[in-house]
């Protein structure tokens, strides 16, 4: 937990670099979720808590984030950074090519740690509208260590292809939906292919409070002939931009 607080600390230490200019503001953000699911898959009648807290610029994004529940535990942060030369500003919109990264650790207490690295491309296209779409994709290992096997297996690895798109509108009175579809979400990463589907909304104030709700569902071999439904997963959120 130090060692967590000591990333995010260091996260908002850095924050105030290059951020003289107007073009390159950061905006900072907390956000805190509670989560329910029902009563499929392995996590079946929850409650889930989780925080982030994370950074937006024009030239980089990252964001950090923990999540409890009973005997299981997780961490995850991640970054994107833009680059000048795949750049395109319009006169409402703006069109760029990043690269990306992120790590994720989940402890099942008795059971199992588990290791995710993510490396990825990314597009974005943002219009002076309101309306986004952040396509990414790339390559996902997986370390998994079991605690009755580790004395002879120390470690079992995995890696596969990874994508996921988000399409985001925000209207002019604040109010905003969304759509997400990928192979993973941030505190859940399932071998492929089992990927997941959220729709939400949210409501943008004025004071860069934020509150929204979605709904997440993930389906098993959902790219063969025989899917089926994983997990079903409501969430509420709260976030703060300063």
Same mark, same amino acid.
């Given at each position: 937990?130090?060692?967590?607080l +000591? ?14 200019s *107007? ?7 907390v956000?805190?979720d ?22 937006? &610029? ?5 964001v ?6 009973e005997?299981?535990f997780?961490?995850?942060i991640?970054g994107t950074?833009?680059l ?5 500003? /319009?006169?409402?919109? $703006? ?9 994720? +650790?989940?402890?099942f207490r ?10 990825s491309?990314? /597009?974005? #296209? ?9 396509f ?14 580790k004395?002879?297996v120390? +470690?079992?690895?995995?890696? #596969? *292809? #990874?994508?996921g ?5 925000? /209207?002019s ?5 969304? +759509?997400?579809? &990928? ?5 859940r990463? *399932?071998? /492929?292919?089992?990927?997941?589907y ?7 104030l004025? &004071?860069?409070? $934020?509150?929204?709700?979605d ?7 959902? #790219? ?19």
């Open positions: 937990m130090k060692k967590i +000591f990333i995010l600390t260091c996260v908002f230490a850095f924050s105030h670099l290059g951020a003289e *107007p073009q390159n503001t950061i905006k900072k953000f956000e805190f509670m989560s329910s699911s029902t009563t499929r898959g392995i996590e079946r009648e929850q409650r889930l808590y989780s925080g982030q807290a994370g950074l937006n &610029s024009r030239w980089f994004d990252c950090a984030g923990i999540q409890n529940y005997d299981v997780d961490f995850t991640a950074a833009w000048p030369c795949v750049n395109w500003d /319009f006169e409402t919109a $703006r069109i760029v090519l990043g690269c990306g990264a992120l790590y994720h +650790f989940q402890r008795n059971v199992s740690s588990e290791h995710d690295y993510m490396f491309s990314n /597009f974005s #296209y943002r219009s002076d509208s309101g309306f986004s779409i952040t990414w994709g790339g390559y996902c290992g997986k370390s998994t260590q079991i605690d009755a096997l004395e002879y120390p +470690f079992i690895h995995d890696h #596969y *292809p #990874y994508a798109i988000i399409i985001d509108k925000v /209207f009175n604040g109010f905003e939906i969304y +759509f997400r579809h &990928s192979t993973h979400d941030f505190y990463y *399932p071998v /492929f292919c089992s990927p997941s959220s729709l939400g909304a949210a409501i943008n004025e &004071s860069g409070l $934020r509150f929204g709700g709904a997440s569902i993930r389906i098993i071999d959902g #790219y063969t002939t025989a899917p089926y439904v994983d997990s079903l997963i409501l969430r509420m959120t709260a976030r703060f931009t300063f």
